[in-house]
C-alpha cells in the first residue's frame, strides 16, 4: 500500500485531471469522438436544474462505459440496514457501546459492516445510517452507493481506497468523502475498525461560518482530491451496487477504475482532522459544540440539519469561572458519538477508542460522576487537551439502533449509572 500520492487541494473545486497526457477534451465535454479512443461519461451527483452553486456533476473519459455490465442479482446482506422502518423500538435511553473486536474469520470494507443506527427514508432521500466496518482483508471487488454518500471515519488501520477518479489513502485522524453512485475499493493492511456515516440527504457541504468570519473551522484548502489513476486489469469484476435499501451483483466485463482523465466538481475527498481550526471562549462559558461542525447536510429546516459532522480535537480550554466540560443537557437533535483515540474529556472512564453512545432528541446526558468532581475544583489555570480525537454524527431525526446494535454483545447495560452518584450538593 503506497503512502507517495499525489492530491489536489480544495473542497467543491472545479478540478481537472488527466493519467495519459491529451486524454482530456478542451473546450467540450462530449466530443464526437473523445481522445485516445475512450468513452465520455457525465456522473451527475444533483439535478440538472440544481442552482448552479449546488450543482455536482463530474465528466469522465474512460475505457469501457459503465453500462457494460451483466445483470444484477440480489446479495444478501444480513446486517447492512436503512431507513429508520429497519431499527428497532428503543426506550428513550442513553446508550453506550464498548470496542467491538475485529472477527478473525475473513471480512473485507462490505462484508464487515455492521449497522449500528437508522434514521430517515432511504427512498424519501432523507436521514443517514451509521455503521462500524470490522474488515481484515482487502476487497477483491467493487462497490456503488447509489443510496448515499459516505464519510469513513477511520478508527484502527489506514484505507486505501481505489475510485473511479483516483485513489486516496486515509489514516486514523483523517476522514474520506466518497460520493453516492462513485465506485470503489478498499484496500485494508491488517485488523481494521471504522466508523461510516451513510447519508441519504443533501450532500455534506462546509458549514457557513457567520460572525467567525471567512476563516476557520474546516478550511477548504485542507481537502484533497485524488489524480486521475486507471487500472490495466483484464478479466470480470464482480460489482456491488447498494440500491433502494439492499445490495445487488452483476458481473462486469473489466475493471471499472478504468477513467483516464476527468474534470468536475462530484469528487472523492480525504481531510486530515489535525488542519481543523478549532474556536473557543476566550473568556468565560462553554460554546455549542456547533463550533466543531467540520461538514453539514442540511435539511428543509435553516440551520436544523440532516447530519452534522463534529469532532473534538485537541484544543486549549482557558475559561474563567467556567465549568469546562460539556455542561449538561437535553438536545432537539440526536447525537451519535465514537471515539478515534484518547479520552473524551466528559467521560473519563467506560468510553474507550472504538466505542460509541447514542443520545437521541431530549434524552438526558452530560459528564459522569468522576468529570463533574475533578471539573467542579479543579484550579482554571490554562489547560490543553491533547492526544484526543472524538467526533460526533447529529441529527435532526431520532436514531433507531439495530438489532445487532441492541443485542450484538457490545452494549453497556450499566452506562446510565456513570451518573447515579451525583450529589446533591444543594446549600439552601
Known amino acids: 500500500m503506497t503512502s507517495d500520492l499525489l492530491y489536489q487541494s480544495g473542497f467543491a473545486n472545479q478540478f481537472e485531471s488527466e493519467a495519459r497526457p491529451g486524454a482530456l477534451p478542451v473546450g467540450r465535454n462530449s466530443p ?121 471515519v477511520p478508527q484502527q488501520g489506514a484505507l486505501s481506497i481505489t475510485t473511479e477518479l483516483g485513489r486516496l489513502r486515509v489514516a486514523p485522524g483523517e476522514i474520506a468523502l466518497l460520493p453516492r453512485g462513485l465506485a470503489f475499493r478498499v484496500d485494508v493492511e491488517g485488523p481494521t475498525r471504522a466508523y461510516v456515516c451513510e447519508n441519504h440527504g443533501a450532500p455534506f457541504r462546509l458549514p457557513e461560518l457567520g460572525p467567525i468570519g471567512s476563516n476557520g473551522l474546516a478550511n477548504p484548502r485542507d481537502f484533497l482530491a485524488p489524480v486521475a489513476a486507471f487500472e490495466d486489469r483484464a478479466g470480470p469484476v464482480e460489482l456491488v451496487k447498494k440500491f433502494g435499501g439492499r445490495l445487488w451483483r452483476a458481473q462486469v466485463r473489466s475493471t471499472p477504475f478504468d477513467v483516464v482523465a476527468w474534470h468536475g466538481n462530484l469528487v472523492p475527498l480525504k481531510y486530515d482532522t489535525a488542519r481543523f481550526m478549532t474556536l473557543g471562549s476566550i473568556s468565560f462559558d462553554h460554546p455549542d459544540p456547533s463550533i466543531f461542525t467540520v461538514l453539514t447536510s442540511p435539511s428543509d429546516t435553516p440551520g436544523t440539519a440532516n447530519c452534522d459532522f463534529v469532532i473534538f480535537p485537541p484544543r486549549w480550554l482557558v475559561m474563567e469561572d467556567t465549568f469546562r466540560p460539556p455542561w449538561y443537557h437535553r438536545n432537539l437533535m440526536s447525537e451519535f458519538m465514537g471515539l478515534v483515540h484518547g479520552q473524551y474529556d ?55 439502533p439495530t438489532a445487532w446494535a441492541l443485542q450484538g454483545g457490545a452494549l453497556d447495560t450499566a452506562y446510565a449509572g456513570c451518573w447515579a452518584g451525583l450529589p446533591d450538593l444543594f446549600e439552601p
Open 32 to 152: 464526437q469522438r473523445p481522445p485516445q479512443g475512450l468513452y465520455a461519461e457525465l456522473l451527475s451527483g444533483s439535478a440538472f436544474t440544481a442552482p448552479r452553486a449546488e450543482n455536482r456533476r463530474t465528466w469522465m473519459y474512460r475505457r469501457q462505459p459503465s453500462v457494460v455490465a451483466g445483470a444484477y442479482a440480489p446479495l444478501p446482506h444480513a446486517h447492512w440496514k436503512c431507513g429508520a422502518a429497519a431499527g428497532e423500538v428503543a426506550p428513550p435511553d442513553p446508550l453506550r457501546w464498548h470496542p467491538v473486536p475485529v472477527p478473525e474469520a475473513p471480512a473485507d470494507f462490505i462484508d464487515g459492516l455492521r449497522t449500528v443506527a437508522v434514521n430517515g427514508d432511504v427512498q424519501a432521500q432523507t436521514g443517514c445510517a451509521v455503521h462500524l466496518v470490522l474488515a481484515n482483508r482487502s476487497m477483491q471487488r467493487a462497490f456503488v452507493n447509489a443510496d448515499g454518500e459516505m464519510l469513513v
Open 346 to 400: 466528559a467521560k473519563p472512564e467506560g468510553f474507550r477508542p472504538g466505542g460509541m453512545s447514542l443520545h437521541n432528541s431530549m434524552v438526558p446526558h452530560g459528564p459522569d460522576r468522576e468529570a463533574h468532581a475533578r471539573a467542579s475544583q479543579a484550579e482554571l489555570a490554562p489547560h490543553k487537551l491533547a492526544d484526543t480525537l472524538a467526533f460526533m454524527f447529529e441529527s435532526r431525526w431520532c436514531f433507531q
